[in-house]
T-cell receptor, first 112, second 110 residues
């Protein structure tokens, strides 16, 4: 089945230790997104790619970076995680920009 | 700032009843409207999309849109305990940005 796959499902890291989350898709969608969601809050868009065009939200901290080496894969790098970065990180795809989003299962990040 | 507002709930309904979830938005130029269901600890899942005024039905779900009142709602008929989840309203505004509401937690009691 075509899908959006995130790995790992749970990630524990230490304060300040770089961490990378990964996302892959078999839907062949043009757009890939990274959202951060904290408990009982709406998903917050960090950035998105339309093909290779990178779009960074104005309030996304510099601590967060992203790479999309090809259509299928997208990575979220957190350079120096702080306690406030503990959250669910959601990868999503869509065929066109901000059309129907298909989410992966998410990565729950804990920072110790 | 463009906003999407939802009552956080919880909205509690008995099994078999109709659950009515509401969402208001501030951007008059909004084009597309989506309802996502999110179970606790899981990722959101698209359940309905609506683009024009009126009702759109899909099984037990009906989305209702009123652009003049800047209001979109989701009705769930014959509510089941398995419908217990948080329902996120998402609105694509005139600036082509998608904004999520904070979600309404629905509890369906057997």
């Amino acid at each position: 089945d075509a899908m959006v796959i995130q790995n790992p499902r749970y990630q524990v890291t230490q304060f300040g230790k770089p961490v990378t989350l990964s996302c892959s898709q078999t839907l062949n969608h043009n757009v890939m997104y990274w959202y951060q969601q904290k408990s009982s809050q709406a998903p917050k868009l960090l950035f998105h790619y339309y093909d290779k065009d990178f779009n960074n939200e104005a309030d996304t901290p510099d601590n967060f970076q992203s790479r999309r080496p090809n259509t299928s894969f997208c990575f979220l790098d957190i350079r120096s995680p702080g306690l406030g970065d503990a959250a669910m990180y959601l990868c999503a795809t869509s065929r066109g920009e901000y059309e129907k989003l298909f989410f992966g299962s998410g990565t729950q990040l804990s920072v110790l | 700032q463009k906003e999407v507002e939802q009552n956080s709930g919880p909205l509690s309904v008995p099994e078999g009843a109709i659950a009515s979830l509401n969402c208001t938005y501030s951007d008059r130029g909004s084009q597309s409207f989506f309802w996502y269901r999110q179970y606790s600890g899981k990722s959101p899942e698209l359940i309905m999309s609506i683009y024009s005024n009126g009702d759109k039905e899909d099984g037990r779900f009906t989305a209702q849109l009123n652009k003049a009142s800047q209001y979109v709602s989701l009705l769930i008929r014959d509510s089941q305990p398995s419908d217990s989840a948080t329902y996120l309203c998402a609105v694509k505004g005139a600036g082509n940005m998608l904004t999520f509401g904070g979600g309404t937690r629905l509890m369906v009691k057997p």
